[in-house]
């Protein structure tokens, strides 16, 4: 079901929770929403839940307005962070619930059927009569998301849904997680801090900031081409550096020494900025950003490099694949001329975006990228 959120606003006393937000989600979509704490990210799913009420706008299911319709009448499943099982029922007994106190309850052997396949499709099967005090926490939230879809809910609406559960089970149950949506087709929203797990999983993902999308696109484009400093910012860590441009041409700080070429065609002064995995050592003779290595760090199968820019206070992190071919080269006190593979250029007072790194450079991204793994 495709849902569109039209000019919603919602104020919590002075605090302004969500401001004048418009969203389009299609039918079957998963859709991440992303953002810092008080951005407006969980709010904006309740209100789309009905748990909170706009005070101005509508939300649509279709073509129904269900903006003041009240929770139990929006057939949407809910997934907190927390599980919320009842810990006196069995898994069978949780994933039934729903079924058991609709207005149209089915048939008890109806039930039990659809709780059974429920449970087989989230990989618990077997384990029907155990109670959640004896499910570990990855298994309570496939129960509790279970028991969501057991009602055929038009959308699954995920708050958070592993952010109680440790790093490794995390990662594993964002995989199933996607292999769950594809299988179902649900429309699915979820809510998350993790730029990762947001990354991984989404089809689109919505970036909030003091309740207001900063950007909605699918995954690479908004890593690729963030629209603002703070979306390149929240989005992964940043290396930011003054520079000017000029005819096209990136010179460090405010002198001439060219570092890079760039789309942009406005000159001036701007900010540069740069991930640090999309950063190499430049080939002899060509234009780069002058550094001096000052520490080299192993991180499991990440090497990270601190590196000092020669004529600015602004210093740069290389992090690099340990088997890279380029990481011999960063020892401490090596002066190395660095290539920057992709960045972004915003103006220092405004924040516009007013340029990025050529075609040429955004073509070898891919290429260098898959040289590293």
């Known amino acids: 079901m495709d849902i569109h959120v039209r000019n919603i606003e919602k104020d919590f006393g002075t605090f302004k ?9 299609e039918s079957g979509e998963l859709i991440a929403l992303l953002g810092p704490s008080g951005s407006g990210k969980t709010t904006l799913l309740r209100v789309i839940a009905g748990l909170e009420f706009a005070d101005q706008g509508e939300i649509l299911f279709g073509n129904q307005d269900m903006a003041r319709v009240p929770v139990r009448d929006r057939q949407v499943g809910f997934v907190f962070q927390h599980y919320a099982l009842f810990k006196h029922m069995t898994v069978l007994d949780n994933v039934s619930f729903g079924l058991k106190v609709r207005k149209d309850k089915p048939s008890a052997e ?3 059927q659809r709780a059974t396949e429920l449970i087989e499709l989230v990989q618990l099967g077997g384990l029907e009569k155990r109670y959640p005090s004896q499910l570990s926490g990855g298994q309570r939230q496939r129960v ?3 028991r969501a879809l057991a009602i055929d809910p038009k959308v699954l609406l995920l708050d958070e849904p592993f952010g109680a559960l440790d790093a490794k089970v995390r990662k594993d149950l964002r995989r199933w997680l996607r292999d769950l949506h594809d299988q179902t087709g ?3 929203i979820f809510v998350t801090h993790d730029q990762e797990e947001a990354l991984e999983l989404a089809d689109r993902v919505v970036i909030m900031n003091k309740g207001r ?3 909605l696109g699918h995954v690479d484009a ?4 963030p629209a603002n400093p703070f979306v390149f910012d ?3 860590n940043t290396n930011i550096v003054p520079v000017t441009l000029r005819n096209g041409v990136v010179n460090l700080g405010q002198g001439d020494a060219a570092i890079a ?6 000159d001036g002064p701007a900010l540069l900025y740069v991930r640090p995995g999309d950063v190499r050592i430049a080939a002899d003779g060509a234009a780069g950003l002058p550094t001096t290595v000052q520490r080299v760090q192993r991180t499991g199968p990440i090497v990270r490099i601190d590196a000092e820019v020669f004529g600015s206070t602004a210093p740069i992190t290389v992090e690099l694949p340990h088997l890279h071919h380029d990481t011999s080269a960063f020892q401490p006190g090596a002066e190395l001329r660095l290539r920057l593979l992709q960045f972004s250029l915003y103006a220092e007072d405004s924040g516009a975006l007013l340029g990025a790194s050529t075609p040429a450079d955004a073509i070898g991204v891919a290429a260098s990228r898959q040289r590293s793994r």
Do not use: P
């Open 213 to 215: 999308i900063e950007q």
């Open 261 to 266: 070429e760039s789309s942009g065609s406005k």
């Open 110 to 112: 109806a039930i039990r």
């Open 186 to 188: 649900v429309t699915t």
């Open 234 to 236: 929240f989005l992964g």
């Open 17 to 25: 929770a969500l401001d004048r937000v418009d969203l389009d989600i």
């Open 144 to 146: 509790a998301l279970a």
């Open 222 to 225: 908004v890593y690729e081409k």
